[in-house]
């Protein structure tokens, strides 16, 4: 599994290269993404569970006994809040992940690709008080779709429910519950985190929000097994819900 996960990141992270080079080359363009910055790290993250898995065991194996009680705690309490709040509040409350520690990600070798897919020109926009007024860029967006759907169908053909996963409920499920050891068994690991991302695509095709949908059909069209027929829809909703911790790809 972690073999596969680094897999999809090396190939995001490849292609993530090429595309800065071209843009520099070509349009003069610069990242302002940096490291230390975290505006985009207010956002929901929706990812892959062999992604919130691989973070998991990661937190489990490399953080102390207190820090993985205070960790435990600190998801238990956010996860509350993400099931009772909506994205735009959320954005709002400028509530920051939980996974990040002195302005800077905790797990940035492990970051899921969505959060890998987050690039801006002008940092300082991504600090305004709403979602729309982001300036990610769509070229890495729609690289990390591409590789998520490819990596759901890989996940469902090996067994595994592939269905996306909200990070901090699903962190929850993990860290306080038996979550990652029922997806693990090839069971439903993750009922709670699995609803946010359904409740929220449903409300984006309802005010058209979900612009990449079509693409990311087609991308998906050939998923099977557990979730695979609603890999597409899932998928839409990436165009603006991950998050980046700043630092460079």
Request: include cysteine.
């Amino acid at each position: 599994m972690k073999k596969a996960v680094r897999r999809w990141h090396d190939k995001l992270d490849v292609q993530l290269v090429d595309f800065w080079a071209n843009e520099v080359l070509e349009k003069e363009l610069q990242k302002d993404c940096t490291k230390g910055c975290s505006a985009c790290c207010t956002e929901r993250v929706f990812l892959t569970p062999t992604e919130l898995v691989m973070i998991a065991q990661r937190l489990k194996k490399h953080l102390s006994r207190g820090s993985f009680s205070r960790m435990q705690r600190k998801v238990a309490r956010l996860s509350k809040l993400v099931e009772s709040e909506g994205r735009e509040e959320w954005w709002r409350n400028s509530r920051p992940c939980p996974l990040l520690k002195d302005n800077e990600c905790s797990v940035y070798s492990s970051r899921p690709l969505a959060c890998r897919g987050r690039h801006s020109l002008d940092r300082k926009t991504c600090e305004v008080d709403s979602p729309e007024g982001s300036k990610c860029l769509t070229g890495p967006t729609m690289m990390e779709m591409a590789i998520s759907a490819d990596a759901m169908v890989e996940t469902a053909q090996n067994g595994y429910n592939n269905a996306p996963v909200e990070l901090i409920v699903g962190l929850d499920e993990a860290l306080n519950g038996n979550g990652m050891d029922t997806w693990l068994r090839k069971g439903h690991g993750f009922p709670r985190a699995v609803a946010i991302v359904e409740k929220q695509i449903q409300l984006d095709m309802n005010d058209g929000t979900v612009d990449l949908l079509t693409l990311s059909e087609e991308m998906a069209n050939e998923g099977s097994g557990p979730g695979g027929e609603r890999v597409a829809r899932e998928r839409g909703a990436h165009n603006r819900t991950p998050q980046v911790d700043g630092r460079e790809g």
